[in-house]
């Protein structure tokens, strides 16, 4: 490691660190802990949202992805940007006037009952530790590779740093890092994108033109196909990635962060923006990775691609841009996963201690007190997951929280907003029909039973040939909670039409009474 990269290093460490400091000055109350008091703008919360979003897996993994295998890789790019029309068009604004600090707030909106609010902590506890333990396990490999420790201590020195962005600065420093990352993120993507460019005389037609010599599979590198092979496992795929966005708790968390409903769709156009333009761009970190680096040395570093776009970085811009690049993936894995520790502490201590141990009945002091030891809580148990995963195959595990958030929070959300009918019952067997069904899937698919030794985490035969169950589990979902509805009696229509107003035009009842 040289001397440039520890520098890197230490500089954005440090930055976090004053950031954190700052923060904690400013957060002595749940909402500031939880949604930084609702004081971000729409730009701020925008950059906040793409730097949530764009993980160590849309940086490194679609990047690798795209060198390896041309147009296939390319497939996570679009579906990940698709699913911002998802969030903006259906999600966005009705969750922020029915919300407060989680998803389980705005579902008990319309049905204020223990079991809802339970359940839905139940499925955003079990999308954050899958989502972590894909985090960890990759920021522990990156880590180990980059500057020479061994996997644990890169995995706890990941865990301790996030920890203590969340304990100390809450949703206020994990924003503001966001921010930064997202700003630095952009920043190197572009430095490499344009050097790709320039090395292609700066035409984009010379460089697809190119593209189909350069790589052992001639012009089939440009055409769909080399990757996935099964049409209906890819369109499953993309459903969770379309759908899943508008599910994760960590993304759904940041729209509480605003004043108001109008400012939450600001904060979506701007996320859209900035996450088109990476999406777009990965394309020039891809086919520069597959030109200028090779094959054979990207999987060298890595059989799965991941350092694709830090090797490109060395040989466009020597070791300044490399050792820049590596630190920005660094600040992308501590960005990310100090984002889903806050999802997972504010379920935990917010909607399973404060509202149905304590039944709502807490001061602020011991709401924040309870969601400082929920974030301990949640990274303690994340860190010895991924400790104990090293080993294991893990890319599949960010597909499966896409996959759990499309089927199990998807579902409850649509029609808690838009269906007069949908009740109690039905909320709940949604959830849990969505989470069950997709975790049983998933434990019978190829990413965990395969023939060959190595290849899954057992040897054997499949069940279904779906990498990503999410054709079946989500339809699953819908269902689990319309039938659910149906058998039971319970409907309050004035309930739904207080909650149809207010999704639409932030203003209640009890406002417009007083």
């Not at 923060?23 to 730009?43: E, H, I, N, P, V």
């Not at 094959?295 to 090797?311: C, F, H, S, T, W």
């Amino acid at each position: 490691m040289s001397f440039t990269a520890i520098f890197f290093f230490v500089a954005i460490v440090g930055l976090t660190l004053v950031i954190t400091w700052w923060a904690s000055k400013r957060t002595s109350s749940a909402s500031d802990f939880y949604t930084a008091g609702g004081g971000l703008t729409g730009w701020q919360n925008g950059l906040a949202i793409a730097g949530d979003y764009l993980s160590a897996a849309s940086f490194l993994g679609i990047a690798g992805s795209i060198a390896l295998f041309g147009f296939d890789g390319f497939f996570f790019s679009i579906g990940y940007l698709v699913a911002y029309l998802v969030v903006l068009y259906i999600v966005a604004e009705p969750l922020r006037n029915l919300g407060r600090f989680t998803l389980a707030d705005m579902i008990t909106a319309r049905f204020d009952k223990a079991k809802v609010r339970g359940t839905a902590a139940l499925s955003t506890i079990t999308i954050v530790l899958f989502y972590m333990i894909a985090q960890l396990v990759g920021a522990g490999a990156l880590i180990q590779l980059l500057l020479g420790i061994e996997y644990w201590m890169a995995v706890l020195l990941v865990g301790v740093m996030m920890t203590i962005y969340v304990l100390f600065g809450g949703m206020t420093a994990t924003s503001w890092v966001q921010i930064i990352k997202a700003c630095l993120l952009m920043l190197g993507t572009v430095i490499i994108s344009f050097l790709v460019l320039a090395k292609f005389d700066f035409s984009i037609a010379t460089m697809f033109t190119q593209m189909t010599t350069v790589t052992e599979h001639g012009e089939a590198y440009l055409n769909p196909g080399l990757r996935y092979t099964n049409g209906i496992d890819t369109i499953s795929m993309l459903m969770a990635l379309v759908l899943g966005t508008a599910g994760l708790p960590h993304i759904l968390m940041r729209f509480f962060t605003v004043k108001d409903a109008q400012t939450a769709r600001s904060s979506v156009i701007w996320a859209t923006w900035i996450v088109g333009l990476f999406y777009v761009l990965t394309i020039f970190l891809g086919f520069g990775a597959a030109a200028f680096v090779g094959k054979d040395e990207i999987v060298a570093a890595n059989p799965a691609g991941n350092m694709a776009a830090p090797l490109l970085a060395q040989a466009l811009g020597g070791d300044i841009l490399f050792s820049f690049v590596c630190a920005v993936a660094f600040a992308t894995i501590l960005a990310v996963v100090a984002g889903l520790v806050l999802s997972g502490a504010s379920a935990l201590s917010h909607d399973i201690y404060g509202q149905i141990i304590k039944k709502g009945k807490v001061t602020e002091k011991e709401a924040v007190k309870a969601a400082r030891i929920g974030s301990i809580i949640i990274s303690i148990v994340s860190i010895l997951l991924a400790l104990g995963a090293q080993t294991l195959n893990v890319a599949f595990l960010v597909s499966l929280a896409f996959c759990i958030a499309a089927s199990a929070n998807l579902p409850v959300i649509i029609y808690t907003i838009y269906w007069k009918r949908f009740n109690t019952s039905g909320a709940v067997t949604a959830m849990l029909t969505g989470l069950i069904s997709a975790l049983i899937l998933v434990a019978v698919s190829p990413n965990v039973w395969n023939p060959v030794e190595g290849k899954a985490i057992f040897v054997g035969e499949p069940l279904i040939m779906l990498t990503n169950p999410a054709l079946i589990s989500v339809p699953l979902g819908f269902l689990g909670g319309f039938i659910g509805t149906l058998i039971s009696k319970e409907r309050n229509d004035l309930k739904y039409r207080e909650v149809e107003v207010k999704a639409q035009t932030g203003i209640s009842v009890q406002d417009i009474s007083h």
